[in-house]
């Protein structure tokens, strides 16, 4: 029985985990948290659980990527989701324009619907969503592809920048604004982004996305539950701080407490730059360490999380992406932080019945730079500026939670928020970045990672490593897994499992 440890337990851990545990290895999870879950764990705060990362996801329809794993782990029975509207189960709001698209479940409703309401443009649209497709079809976390695929057998397409993706296909602008509302769900960055993360979230939505039952904390219990029920198991509050190497291969890893553990493999389902970080002098080659150090990470978020007065506001059952100026979805920032918020996402989350909103998240993305005289700061210790601070952003996302559903304010009982600093703080990411590395499309070597390392029994996984989000961490925690087994046929055998 082949031995493993993996260092973290946020998504990547605990999918890797499960994968090799079912496959028979004996399997142990290092978190440094007291909880296991990473961007799945929720928050309670007045009888609400509060997602602190996750809040909704595409893949789990009968047949999707996360459907397929879930089935072939056995525990798709075990999840409970909240169904959005199929008719409208992303909500685009344009507070400049007044104007709403309502955007239904499924390629031919989501087609027919935005033809309707573009007719001049119809031809550009159905061009521009069998683009879409045919992206997913190359992206090697797709599976349509055998794992031997490189960058150079992808099309052009593939290379373009997301908004120049959008802009080769659709000449309205009101249209090429429409099709960049998701935005905060992968941190687009113009003439960037690459095309493949804009239409791998894309499908994902189109396709349909739900929202966990009461949060996405229990996906991360489930698959803890799992490791343990094949002999493995998952040590919260074990913070790994260091490894040896010997002769080229990972021998020992330590952690803060003083414990030391020894397996076969190790898989690192951490940030890369902390990786490197906790690696001994010349473990890896100087040009990665400087390279990925060096490298750009995502932006940041803040958040209000908002209570309502139980049975006040119906339940909204759709996702609510709202824009505040013409054309600034590519360059929310631009104004600097005195514009801010350009781009906003609303999240209901329903009570037990679904019949009323309990409450309400609102993400906003946010650049670390504006909380960084507050960095070397813990939480519960930042200053009245700071809480003066954040009472004024949440205001102004209440302000425009408002603007969409006119009254809600009066109904709000109590809110939370979070900033980057709160994200870094919780979650362990570099600045608070939402989704690791950021993927530059004109050098995408530079953050390009694969589950190989120069060391012979360590593998990566996790949000760094090919594509990021709950969808794309899953599939890089397969690909690990297919490397650390030498199991070539495991994704094929997750694909048709429900065959």
């Keep these: 029985m082949k031995n493993c440890v993996i260092i973290g337990g946020g998504l990547g851990g605990l999918v890797c985990g499960a994968l ?63 169904n959005l509207d199929i008719d409208s189960y992303d909500e685009v709001v344009s507070l400049y324009q007044n104007k709403h698209f309502c955007l239904p479940k499924g390629r031919n409703a989501y087609t027919e619907s935005l033809c309707k309401a573009f007719p001049n443009n119809a031809k550009e649209i159905q061009n521009y969503i069998y683009a879409i497709y045919r992206l997913v079809d190359e992206v090697y976390l797709s599976w349509s592809r055998p794992v031997s695929r490189t960058f150079m057998d992808h099309s052009k397409d593939f290379f373009l920048a997301a908004d120049r993706f959008i802009a080769h296909y659709i000449t309205n602008p009101e249209l090429r604004e429409l099709f960049c509302y998701l935005i905060p769900v992968y941190a687009g960055v113009a003439n960037e982004t690459p095309a493949f993360i804009h239409a791998l979230v894309n499908y994902s939505h189109i396709e349909g996305s739900l929202q966990f039952e009461d949060g996405s904390q229990q996906l991360a219990d489930i698959l803890v539950h799992l490791i343990d029920s094949y002999g493995g198991r998952v040590i919260c509050g074990e913070e790994v701080s260091s490894f ?58 803040f958040k209000v999380y908002v209570r309502l007065k139980d049975g006040s506001v119906p339940y909204i059952h759709s996702n609510t992406f709202c824009s505040k100026g013409r054309g600034t979805a590519w360059h929310q920032f631009d104004g600097g932080e005195s514009a801010w918020p350009q781009l906003m996402v609303f999240v209901a989350h329903p009570d ?48 425009a939670l408002e603007k969409v559903n006119p009254g809600i304010r009066r109904y709000i009982i109590d809110i939370d928020t979070s900033s980057p600093l709160t994200i870094r703080d919780y979650l362990g990411n570099k600045e608070g970045s939402l989704f690791g590395l950021h993927r530059d499309c004109n050098n995408l070597m530079q953050t ?14 996790g949000q760094d ?29 997750i694909l048709q499992t429900v065959l």
């Design 20 to 82: 090799l545990a079912k496959e028979g290895c004996s399997v142990t999870v290092l978190e440094k948290n007291n909880y296991a879950g990473g961007g799945l764990r929720c928050f309670h705060r007045h009888g609400v659980n509060y997602p602190t990362g996750m809040h909704f996801s595409g893949g789990f329809q009968v047949g999707g990527q996360l459907y397929k794993l879930c089935h072939f782990l056995g525990i798709i029975d075990q999840l409970r989701f909240v």
């Design 244 to 301: 040896s190497v010997v002769e080229r291969r990972v021998n020992s890893v330590y952690t803060k407490k003083g414990n030391t553990y020894a397996a076969d493999d190790y898989i690192s389902a951490v940030p890369v730059t902390k990786l490197i970080t906790m690696s001994p002098q010349g473990a890896f080659p100087r040009s990665f360490c400087t390279r990925l150090m060096d490298s750009r990470c995502t932006y940041s978020a």
């Design 352 to 399: 037990k019945q679904c019949c009323y909103t309990r409450a309400i998240t609102i993400i906003s993305p946010m650049l670390f730079d504006w909380v960084r005289k507050w960095e070397d700061t813990i939480v519960g210790h930042r200053g009245d500026n700071y809480l003066e601070w954040k009472r004024k952003k949440a205001e102004l996302l209440i302000d």
């Design 448 to 461: 390009y990672l694969t589950a190989h390392t120069k060391l012979g029994n360590l593998f990566l996984t």
């Design 465 to 493: 490593v090919n594509v990021f989000g709950l969808c794309g961490t899953s599939m890089s925690a397969i690909a690990t897994a297919e490397m650390v087994l030498n199991a070539p046929d495991l994704r094929t055998r």
